[in-house]
C-alpha cells in the first residue's frame, strides 16, 4: 500500500484481506487481526489521525444500518480500544 496524504480512499477487498488491512491500520497482531470479523454488508470506516474505527452493519435494502465504534471479533466480541 502506498501512502496517502490527502483526500479519502475507498478499498474493497475480500474477507481476509480486510483483516490484514485492518490488522495494519490498526498495529493489531497476527492472531488479532486474524479474529477480526468481516461479514457480507459491513463497511469499516478508519479515521488515522486520532485513530477511530467505526463499523457499519447494513441491513436489507430498506432495513437498518447499525454503527457502533471499533471492530468486532469472530467470537462477537465489540473491541474499541487500540494503539499503534
Not at 60 to 69: A, H, L
Request: with cysteine; charged share 25%; aromatic share 10%.
Amino acid at each position: 500500500m502506498r501512502s496517502i496524504k490527502n483526500g479519502n480512499t475507498l478499498l474493497i477487498a475480500h474477507r481476509n484481506v480486510n483483516k490484514m488491512i485492518l490488522k495494519n491500520l490498526l498495529g493489531l497482531t497476527f492472531t488479532e487481526g486474524y479474529n477480526v470479523e468481516h461479514k457480507n454488508d459491513w463497511l469499516y470506516i478508519f479515521f488515522p489521525d486520532p485513530i477511530q474505527l467505526f463499523l457499519e452493519k447494513i441491513g436489507e435494502p430498506i432495513g437498518d444500518i447499525d454503527i457502533v465504534r471499533g471492530y468486532e471479533t469472530i467470537n462477537s466480541t465489540l473491541q474499541c480500544d487500540f494503539n499503534r
